[in-house]
């Protein structure tokens, strides 16, 4: 592919009818809880709900005609009271390095509600295919280097629309059995899988959605269906330090930790939490994270920001800081979006700093920038939806029909 590309769909001009309820991204209690709904008995509601299991989540069902076990009567009943609905794709672009970028709908709340916008982000790499997923729509978080940070929150995400979001790049990149793969998508040779591992790093801070989180993490990780091993997930936070111990006892995923500095008087301002939970705190509860092992280290993100964190003086104190701590220092080179202040390290000053790292004992492997060119890389992530209806909401008012608004938001 020798350059990107963007699908987009239409922006639509007014909020569509409230849709029949998806049971695509609930939990077994869900499914069993919309089966007691249409009217089954509680005995039958509970196998029923084993069947659907396996239909939406190991078969990747999107039609209630294709669940041949399951009665024809019961396949009428379900389907006029539920759909397979996955969110809505607003936008997918596809990078020059395979990386895609999809803007996702969530389905409307209700009649004043058009729907809320999240986007995640898939990374192809030789080993590994990861999916970048989001957790609340906006964040409140404002760290100064992030585009995310300068949308702001609208709500946290429900369990079934973080678990949704695989769904969606499963059902894009072909990867459900007798599936054909689309244009441009290359399953592994060595029979893995294509969406293999999972971060929690996409739009919001996956520890104030907790409950939520944790609920995705279950569905995601059911050996019956998605199958995902919690060694392959793992939850980034910004630092909200009293939810980490808890969260290694009841997620039990990986964690990343989003350090960017290691001063205090700095972290306030590359990351504003900080303040409330300063660095002794947020390592204090990286100590006491469950099951932390050499075989279970701790990442800890830092982007790399030009002649701000780069000093070789801050790679020492970044030793310093981390001793006793079984860890992996990702380096990441700064991602730059429109309008920001801040630059990227020069290359060798990067590979300085890691030097550094990597005699001290820690792996400190340098990100290779995926998908800059579509604003998917580390901290790029933000809608431009807004954008998008304003640009639609004037030429509708201007008299340009549905298709010009497409062709406008295409660009």
């Not at 009271?81 to 803007?103: H, M, Y």
Request: include cysteine; proline fraction near 5%; hydrophobic fraction near 40%.
């Amino acid at each position: 592919m020798s350059e990107a590309t963007t699908l987009d769909r239409p922006v639509q001009a007014h909020a569509a009818a409230p849709a029949k309820r998806s049971l695509v991204g609930l939990d077994r209690a869900g499914l069993r809880a919309a089966l007691l709904e249409a009217g089954l008995a509680e005995r039958e509601a509970k196998m029923r709900a084993q069947q659907l299991w396996h239909w939406i989540y190991w078969r990747g069902a999107t039609d209630f005609g294709q669940m041949t076990n399951v009665g024809k009567a019961l396949r009428s009943a379900l389907a006029d009271a539920f759909s397979l609905d996955r969110p809505t794709i607003v936008s997918e672009q596809i990078s020059i390095d395979g990386t895609r970028k999809w803007l996702l709908r969530m389905p409307s709340k209700g009649p004043h509600d058009r729907g809320a916008e999240v986007e995640c982000v898939y990374i192809p790499e030789a080993d590994r295919g990861t999916l970048c997923v989001s957790s609340q729509v906006g964040c409140t978080l404002t760290c100064a280097f992030c585009h995310t940070g300068t949308q702001k929150l609208v709500r946290n995400l429900e369990a079934s629309e973080i678990v949704a979001q695989m769904m969606i790049a499963r059902d894009r990149l072909g990867e459900w059995p007798d599936a054909a793969q689309p244009e441009g998508v290359v399953a592994p040779t060595d029979g893995g899988r294509l969406v293999s591992n999972i971060v929690l790093m996409g739009m919001g801070e996956p520890l104030y959605n907790f409950d939520n989180v944790k609920t995705a993490v279950e569905t995601m990780s059911d050996g019956e269906g998605l199958a995902l091993s919690r060694r392959r997930i793992t939850l980034s936070t910004a630092g909200v330090a009293p939810m980490i111990p808890r969260a290694g006892e009841e997620i039990g995923t990986m964690l990343a930790i989003s350090l960017h500095a290691v001063r205090d008087d700095l972290r306030n301002t590359l990351v504003p939490l900080n303040r409330k939970y300063p660095i002794k705190d947020l390592l204090d509860a990286c100590h006491a994270y469950p099951g932390l092992s050499n075989a279970r280290r701790i990442t800890f993100e830092y982007v790399m920001l030009k002649d701000v964190n780069d000093s070789l003086s801050d790679a020492k104190e970044l030793v310093r800081l981390l001793k006793g701590i079984p860890a992996k220092i990702n380096l990441i080179p700064f991602n730059p979006w429109p309008g920001t202040k801040y630059e990227c390290s020069d290359w060798e000053q990067i590979e300085r700093f890691s030097d550094i790292v990597f005699n001290a004992g820690y792996a400190s492997p340098i990100r290779t920038p995926r998908g800059r060119d579509i604003l998917a890389a580390c901290g790029q992530l933000k809608s431009e939806t807004e954008k998008l209806r304003a640009r639609a909401r004037l030429m509708l008012e201007s008299g340009v029909g549905e298709a010009g608004v497409y062709a406008a938001t295409a660009e």
